[in-house]
């Protein structure tokens, strides 16, 4: 099984800035996706996007969109049909002419599996929040108080602790703040807050 998308082009150009409403988005994401856990990282992840394209980027409204829709439905195909992650839901959004650009960033938010190198800011970020998002998450659950007084430093701890969320590649992480220059901590400092709202 192969998860290599083996193309490097995505959605068409004629459909910048064509995005799902927001019920569109809604309605694919609860008919795919049946896993709750699943549905809450990748709300944890849309509003990480939104946030990060609102605070840092300074985007506008519809912009901040298209970075929600991307951390929105980046793994709406892997809860039903793993083997075809993240075929599918390119595909899905292909045919429905959605915006290259997040398409784009799907296809790029696991580099080392489905052989598609994150470019733009929209696709750096989310390769950057994926995996971090989810060791913040595992270790909120292990906390008494979650996300309340959760700091820098016990996330840091659990980092180093190799045995602590063990399917979260380490390697990935660096990685992925190399990719998009950003220090650990700032995005480590940039998740919890924004992260916690999240139910
Ligand atoms: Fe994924
Ligand atoms: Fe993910």
Redesign the pocket.
């Known amino acids: 099984m192969s998860l290599l998308l083996n193309r490097n082009i995505f959605g068409n150009p004629a459909n910048k800035e064509n995005v799902l409403t927001r019920k569109q988005a809604e309605e694919l994401f609860t008919s795919w996706v049946l896993n709750a856990r699943l549905q809450l990282h990748m709300k944890q992840v849309a509003q990480l996007m939104k946030s990060w394209a609102a605070e840092k980027e300074l985007l506008d409204e519809a912009a901040q969109w298209r970075w929600e829709m991307a951390g929105l439905l ?2 709406a195909d ?1 809860d039903q049909w793993p083997d075809q ?2 075929k599918k839901i390119i595909e899905e959004l292909e045919n429905r002419n959605i915006d290259p650009e997040i398409i784009h960033a799907i296809a790029s ?2 580099p080392l599996y489905f052989g598609v190198e994150p470019e733009t800011n929209m696709d750096k970020m989310l390769f950057a929040f ?1 995996e971090l998002s989810g060791l913040v998450h595992a270790y909120s659950l292990m906390r008494p108080g979650g996300y309340e007084t959760m700091d820098l430093k016990g996330v840091k701890k659990r980092l180093k602790e190799k045995s602590f969320a063990a399917n979260v590649s380490r390697a990935d992480i660096d990685d992925a703040c190399k990719r998009a220059g950003i220090l650990l901590d700032d995005l480590i400092t940039f998740i919890i807050p924004r992260q916690a709202v999240v139910k």
């Open positions: 980046h793994d892997w992650h993240c938010h696991g994926d």
